[in-house]
């Protein structure tokens, strides 16, 4: 099963919204860019495959909805529509290469109406490629992926991420369709519990073995040899092979490096950001502490306490034994292969 959390249809984005899983499966139609804005930064819509799909459906959107004959007045609202969706979410790649080549295309077109159209066009484009690039990717990765393997995974990268077939998820659904007996630990990902929330609800509508644990755990099972492999996506893949993926993921590599274990990262060529030599140019989202506080509005901590609520952090390339993408799997160096990987993809 293929979910699709992300759809445009006539005058509306609908997505699945992802906070009320997996108690609801509830569908939001949004009728206004300003609600999808809403929505990517309240994270209703994550993974950074979908929220470039998502920022790029909300610009044609928006652009459906402005009713003027003036082209520079056109012009100057569609400007404040990329610009509202380029300030949702600063790490995922993908949301800026979206809003970068909807204002390419509006840019080619003089024609008011044209270019309304060229929009819609533009965006489900973006969406066919990551369907495409997805499903490749998942493919490629399962070959690394041998029967009887336990495959630990980090926060959430399957449909409800890419609004396709998935990343690391997608391997680990890729392998097991190829009848490999595999079993997954899907570790909790505080603090918004994606990893507990929706890894394991879409490795249930799969009929895919798996384990929750605590984020905690993880190093514990290692050390035991309960992990063959960590598989997980990313954020934003620096030239030099940096990884920014959801917080935890350092330290997760840290620990599959002293124990042995392959650490693997899942990624279209559209996460890879070659502008940025390392990881270290890599902006980090900061987000609300009550996501630290409370779970589910209910508050776990006193009241006033101070809190640091990174969502992401940065893996240096020496820890990652190989990166999948949909063009096939790099390995050291990472900056000469990327780099070739991306201008062959261009």
């Known amino acids: 099963m293929i979910l699709k959390p992300i759809?445009?249809?006539?005058?509306?984005?609908?997505?699945?919204?992802q906070t009320k899983l997996p108690q609801k499966v509830v569908f939001l139609k949004l009728g206004n860019y300003e609600d999808v804005v809403r929505a990517i930064k309240e994270m209703k819509i994550r993974g950074a495959p979908a929220i470039g799909v998502t920022a790029a459906y909300g610009i044609a959107l928006g652009a459906q909805k402005i009713i003027t004959k003036n082209k520079d007045d056109f012009h100057s609202q569609l400007n404040h529509i990329l610009s509202t969706f380029q300030a949702t979410r600063p790490t995922a790649v993908n949301l800026f290469r979206a809003v970068n080549r909807m204002k390419q295309i509006a840019q080619r077109n003089t024609d008011i109406d044209l270019i309304k159209t060229a929009l819609q066009a533009e965006a489900r484009r973006i969406h066919r490629e990551e369907e495409t690039a997805s499903e490749a990717l998942s493919q490629i990765g399962s070959q690394l992926v041998e029967n009887g393997f336990t495959i630990l995974t980090h926060c959430n990268t399957g449909s409800l991420a890419t609004a396709s077939y998935g990343t690391a998820l997608g391997i680990i659904k890729a392998a097991w369709k190829q009848g490999k007996k595999i079993n997954v630990i899907a570790t909790e990902t505080r603090p918004l519990l994606q990893g507990a929330r929706l890894t394991t609800w879409e490795l249930i509508q799969e009929g895919i073995p798996a384990t929750l644990i605590v984020d905690s755990a993880a190093g514990y099972l290692m050390s035991q040899g309960k992990v063959n492999c960590v598989i997980l996506g990313a954020d934003r893949i620096a030239a030099?092979?940096?990884?920014?993926?959801k917080i935890g993921t350092y330290t997760l590599a840290v620990l599959a490096t002293e124990n042995g274990i392959p650490f693997y990262v899942a990624a279209p060529t559209s996460t890879i950001d070659?502008?940025?030599a390392s990881g270290d140019e890599i902006p980090i989202e900061e987000r609300d502490f009550k996501e630290v506080t409370?779970?589910?509005?209910?508050?776990?901590a006193p009241e006033g306490v101070k809190t640091a609520?990174?969502?992401?952090?940065?893996?240096?390339?020496?820890?990652?034994?190989?990166?999948?993408?949909?063009?096939?799997?790099?390995?050291?160096?990472?900056?000469?292969?990327?780099?070739?990987l991306v201008e062959e993809v261009t």
């Open 294 to 300: 409370h779970i589910e509005d209910k508050p776990i």
């Open 7 to 17: 759809e445009f249809v006539k005058d509306k984005v609908i997505i699945l919204d």
């Open 309 to 340: 609520n990174p969502a992401f952090d940065i893996t240096p390339h020496l820890y990652i034994t190989a990166i999948i993408t949909e063009k096939g799997i790099v390995t050291e160096p990472y900056e000469f292969k990327l780099r070739k």
């Open 274 to 276: 070659l502008s940025i």
């Open 240 to 245: 030099n092979g940096d990884v920014a993926n």
